[in-house]
């Protein structure tokens, strides 16, 4: 299995960070994906991912949450680290494989809508230029983020944590996105089990959102890779193969977006 979205540099996962990667090595997850919020973020993952460069990989990006009126000076610093890779402790430098976590988010506030937007637009054209996946937050904000990438044609990527409709769905697969599906798929009353019987296997990848979004049944618990393995035996049922065969292909996604060994 590849988690392609834990943020695994969460303080919650500090005081047993050795053992929990342990387990979820154990458990078979093969790889971690890591991505960024904003500049500060670029430090705590870079110092996780220098601790396991073969396990835990890096991506860099600003979450809409995270765009304030500082937005601009973050994207500068998430520019640099683009270009210049994440600096570790022993001076090397590790290069993000996609950017992300980025997005729009109407949820809760929408005082910098345009913000948001301006900082959406400038990282989609980060990605293009430099030929990386994006990896989209979406909430509450469907019909405008789906504008702006009509707006970038060459643009790959995996929208985060989907659950959409199968019309949403089948749209990005036809522009070559990948789904993200996380624990939601678990909860009681998921319409997206309706959704993927529409959606081919092979624009699926597996991911947690850890430390948030447990699946059933580890709700209100830390959430972890190891944990996936929930979402893959419900979509053994829902695509008439074996767990295994979720995990082969869902894996071959991950490694075919974020160009993994």
């Not at 303080?11 to 979820?24: G, L, M, N």
């Not at 993000?96 to 809508?113: F, M, N, Q, R, S």
Request: proline content about 6%.
């Amino acid at each position: 299995m590849i988690d392609t979205h834990c943020h695994i540099d969460d303080p919650q996962y500090v005081a047993d960070f050795d053992a929990f990667i342990r387990s979820q090595q154990e458990a078979g997850v093969k790889r971690i994906l890591v991505p960024g919020i904003n500049i500060d973020s670029l430090t705590s993952i870079a110092n996780v991912c220098y601790r396991y460069p073969d396990f835990l990989i890096p991506a860099v990006g600003l979450h809409p949450e995270e765009v304030k009126d500082d937005f601009r000076e973050q994207l500068n610093g998430i520019k640099r680290a683009l270009d210049e890779g994440l600096p570790t402790p022993d001076g090397t430098r590790l290069h993000p494989v996609a950017v992300g976590e980025i997005g729009l988010d109407y949820h809760w506030d929408i005082t910098y809508k345009s913000e948001q937007q301006e900082a959406l637009r400038t990282q989609f054209q980060w990605a293009v230029e430099r030929n990386l996946p994006v990896m989209i937050h979406n909430r509450d904000a469907t019909a405008d983020t789906l504008a702006m990438v009509r707006q970038f044609p060459a643009l790959r990527g995996v929208f985060h944590c989907f659950n959409g409709s199968v019309e949403v769905a089948t749209e990005l697969i036809q522009r070559g996105f990948y789904l993200g599906i996380g624990g939601v798929l678990t909860f009681k009353n998921c319409h997206l089990k309706d959704t993927l019987q529409h959606v081919p296997l092979t624009a699926l990848l597996l991911e947690t959102d850890a430390p948030y979004m447990a699946p059933v049944p580890h709700r209100g618990k830390r959430n972890e890779s190891r944990f996936m393995i929930h979402q893959v035996d419900l979509l053994a049922d829902i695509y008439n193969t074996t767990p295994d065969g979720i995990i082969r292909v869902t894996t071959d996604n991950a490694c075919r977006l974020f160009a993994l060994n």
